[in-house]
């Protein structure tokens, strides 16, 4: 989620909350850290099978606010014995990209000083498919959670929860980001699901739409708690049909550039 005027709208509501959440942000990353340091599960073994769940972008690619994400600029032109390059303008929120808790906070953790730990976690994949093809703003609540747990056996502490609701392959229509009346649609987590996720000392989210709560959100509520309290997202993630309900092994390639708030990010998983 991504939107200049929206951060603008919502500045004075961060004002507001900030003495509430930097306390919550000191407990949530001290309790990530826990779970990365101490709770971390081994990782499974490996086939050796890579998927890659990072969609290609361009400026072409659907964004949270309907701006290109991405400006490609002819730097130095290939010559003959000589080389290429592009400049690049890229907007954080682009493409398959991490979502860092100083997105949503004023004094979070920004993407280059997450924990590696934390960017190589099992993953665990909720599938909404059935109830997302019937409404278009469906989420991810508790009692997916619960059912996801009867059926795979409790979620690993330090690991990533991705939601798959079968947007991913609609990324080249208008319907991947809105109804055709232009009204923000695709589904999300509701904070109830995330709020039962932190309890599990879960150290990442990730959507396979544009953003952490469903289009139609008024409030943000995941954006502002998790993100908040020292854990991150990914948002546009890709192909995760390829891959079990449990058993692989996610790698978040988050960039590096210092005080970021996110950015695109290469993501993979083994299995
Ligand atoms: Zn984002």
């Not at 004075?12 to 000191?26: E, I």
């Not at 002819?74 to 493409?95: D, N």
Request: charge should be negative.
């Amino acid at each position: 989620m991504c939107n200049t005027c929206l951060i603008e709208n919502v500045k004075a509501d961060m004002v507001s909350r900030r003495s509430l959440f930097t306390g919550a942000a000191a407990m949530g990353l001290a309790s990530v850290a826990a779970g990365v340091t101490t709770a971390r599960p081994a990782l499974a073994q490996s086939s050796g099978k890579v998927v890659d769940l990072t969609h290609a972008y361009d400026g072409s690619f659907p964004t949270f606010d309907g701006k290109p994400g991405i400006i490609f600029d002819p730097e130095v032109p290939y010559t003959p014995g000589g080389y290429q390059l592009w400049k690049l303008t890229i907007y954080e929120h682009t493409g398959t990209h991490i979502d860092a808790p100083l997105h949503f906070t004023e004094a979070g953790t920004s993407v280059d000083a997450l924990p590696v730990e934390s960017l190589m976690c099992p993953l665990c994949i909720i599938d909404i498919k059935s109830r997302a093809a019937e409404d278009p703003n469906a989420m991810v609540l508790p009692e997916d959670i619960e059912a996801w747990v009867s059926a795979n056996g409790e979620i690993p502490a330090g690991a990533l929860v991705a939601m798959n609701s079968g947007w991913s392959p609609k990324v080249g229509e208008a319907a991947f980001r809105n109804t055709p009346d232009g009204k923000l649609a695709f589904p999300g987590f509701s904070k109830e699901a995330t709020d039962a996720l932190a309890e599990r000392n879960v150290a990442a989210i990730a959507v396979d739409t544009l953003s952490l709560d469903p289009g139609n959100s008024a409030d943000f509520a995941v954006h502002y708690s998790w993100l908040p309290g020292g854990r991150y997202g990914i948002e546009n993630i890709a192909n995760l049909d390829a891959l079990p309900a449990k058993g692989a092994t996610i790698f978040v390639g988050a960039p590096k550039h210092k005080g970021g708030t996110g950015g695109p990010a290469r993501v993979m998983a083994v299995v």
